[in-house]
């Protein structure tokens, strides 16, 4: 499938703005999800990655494709590549949220390209995300989606990572990714994302084994195992995913302590293999 880059360029710079209210009711809905796998937080704050949960798209079910993500180009290119998922980024805290705040999420298209991956054609779009709130800037964000080809019939929907050692940890969670904890994610999130809950699609159009776990669930257990592991938030977080995720089995989440100061965390599925990985450093 050919790519017109030119033509999708043209959304670079697009702006886009939305707000929402950190409510007492979403504040413990995401404990109820996550907890106890986060990281201290004061009393009257919000939890540490809470802000992925603020302002969703809200798309009419007219509006909706059939992957079950809000249809493309209104503010997020028209790519001609049906697979959307979230390839990483990097994230900068410079203020906790705070339970009562009306939050602005202002976003603008940063950079769109493509090349040419081992299983065919891929779009990269990265977004830049301010969030405010009274106080000024609490967060800064650039999040990197990658755009897919569809599975090709009886093909795996990625390739299958190298075997790897295990690699020694300073802080380990084990976390079970039941079909329930993806449910809760996508109800407090809003995300109707087909590969989170609906096995026939996600295993027959898409080629997955089985449902995905979401890329934010594991980048908000990768900020709140670093947070625990520094005694505070994590100043920049540098991420990546690697591989995806399949719900079913416990998977673990590691964090450890790099000699200049910085902090690496990453997920591993039940067979050691690495899915998501980042590196915290200090500004």
């Given at each position: 499938m050919s790519i017109d880059l030119d033509a999708l360029k043209r959304w670079t710079g697009r702006t886009e703005e939305a707000s929402d209210l950190v409510t007492p009711r979403l504040v413990r809905s995401f404990e109820a999800t996550f907890a106890p796998h986060l990281a201290p937080y004061a009393e009257g704050e919000a939890p540490l990655a809470l802000h992925w949960c603020l302002a969703p798209p809200i798309a009419p079910m007219g509006a909706i494709?059939?992957?079950?993500?809000?249809?493309?180009?209104?503010?997020?290119?028209?790519?001609?590549?049906?697979?959307?998922?979230?390839?990483?980024?990097?994230?900068?805290?410079?203020?906790?949220?705070?339970?009562?705040?009306?939050?602005?999420?202002?976003?603008?298209?940063?950079?769109?390209?493509?090349?040419?991956?081992?299983?065919?054609?891929?779009?990269?779009?990265?977004?830049?995300?301010?969030?405010?709130?009274?106080?000024?800037?609490?967060?800064?964000?650039?999040?990197?989606?990658?755009?897919?080809?569809?599975?090709?019939?009886?093909?795996?929907?990625?390739?299958?990572?190298?075997?790897?050692?295990?690699r020694p940890a300073d802080l380990v969670w084990q976390v079970a990714s039941s079909p329930v904890f993806l449910f809760r994610y996508s109800a407090i999130t809003f995300n109707s994302h087909?590969?989170?809950?609906?096995?026939?699609?996600?295993?027959?159009?898409?080629?997955?084994?089985?449902?995905?776990?979401?890329?934010?669930?594991?980048?908000?257990?990768?900020?709140?195992?670093?947070?625990?592991?520094?005694?505070?938030?994590?100043?920049r977080l540098d991420y990546r995913g690697v591989a995806p995720l399949i719900a079913g089995d416990d998977f673990l989440v590691k964090a450890k302590r790099l000699p200049d100061g910085g902090i690496a965390a990453w997920t591993e599925g039940s067979d050691g293999r690495v899915r998501m990985e980042g590196v915290s450093r200090v500004a």
């Open positions: 494709g059939t992957d079950g993500h809000a249809a493309k180009g209104e503010f997020l290119p028209p790519v001609p590549l049906p697979r959307r998922m979230w390839a990483g980024g990097t994230i900068e805290t410079l203020a906790p949220l705070r339970t009562g705040d009306d939050v602005t999420r202002r976003s603008v298209i940063g950079d769109i390209s493509n090349k040419q991956g081992r299983t065919g054609p891929l779009c990269f779009v990265a977004v830049d995300h301010e969030l405010v709130t009274p106080r000024g800037v609490a967060l800064r964000e650039r999040h990197n989606i990658v755009y897919r080809e569809a599975a090709k019939p009886g093909a795996p929907a990625s390739p299958t990572p190298a075997p790897e050692q295990p087909r590969i989170h809950y609906d096995y026939p699609y996600v295993t027959g159009e898409e080629g997955y084994d089985g449902l995905v776990v979401h890329g934010p669930i594991q980048a908000t257990l990768l900020l709140n195992i670093i947070a625990t592991l520094s005694g505070g938030e994590p100043i």
